[in-house]
């Protein structure tokens, strides 16, 4: 059976769709530098503190490195999330396009 100007309109709207994600995920993944300075800058204050003596030098580099972790779990876990939507996403398409084919 051939494809109707409507089943090619949604096929189209879900291509941007899908490349809209796509394009979401890479720009995420690309700010990972981001996250990667904090968790540099973060032993270096720390360091600093020590040899500075500061009298919260210790509850400086605890809250350091826990803004550090903080910071890399909620990168993964939204790298996470999107990469998931991605695959529903892809898996919808493949049964929409299975369910055209099969009608």
Same mark, same amino acid.
């Given at each position: 059976?051939?494809?109707?100007?409507?089943?090619?309109?949604?096929?189209?709207?879900?291509?941007?769709?899908?490349?809209?994600?796509?394009?979401?995920?890479? /720009?995420?993944?690309?700010?990972?530098?981001?996250?990667?300075?904090? &968790?540099?800058?973060?032993?270096?204050? /720390?360091?600093? &503190?020590?040899?500075?003596?500061?009298?919260?030098?210790?509850?400086?580099?605890?809250?350091?490195?826990?803004? &550090?972790?903080?910071?890399?779990?909620?990168?993964?876990?939204?790298?996470?999330?999107?990469?998931?939507?991605?695959?529903?996403?892809?898996?919808?398409?493949?049964?929409?396009?299975?369910?055209?084919?099969?009608?």
């Amino acid at each position: 059976m051939g494809l109707t100007h409507n089943d090619l309109k949604s096929m189209t709207s879900k291509e941007g769709q899908k490349q809209l994600l796509e394009r979401n995920l890479e /720009a995420h993944r690309n700010r990972k530098w981001i996250v990667n300075c904090i &968790c540099v800058i973060a032993p270096i204050v /720390a360091i600093l &503190c020590f040899h500075l003596q500061l009298p919260q030098a210790v509850v400086i580099t605890v809250i350091l490195f826990f803004i &550090c972790a903080i910071t890399w779990i909620l990168h993964r876990a939204l790298d996470k999330k999107m990469e998931l939507r991605l695959k529903r996403f892809k898996q919808e398409k493949r049964k929409s396009t299975i369910k055209l084919y099969r009608s």
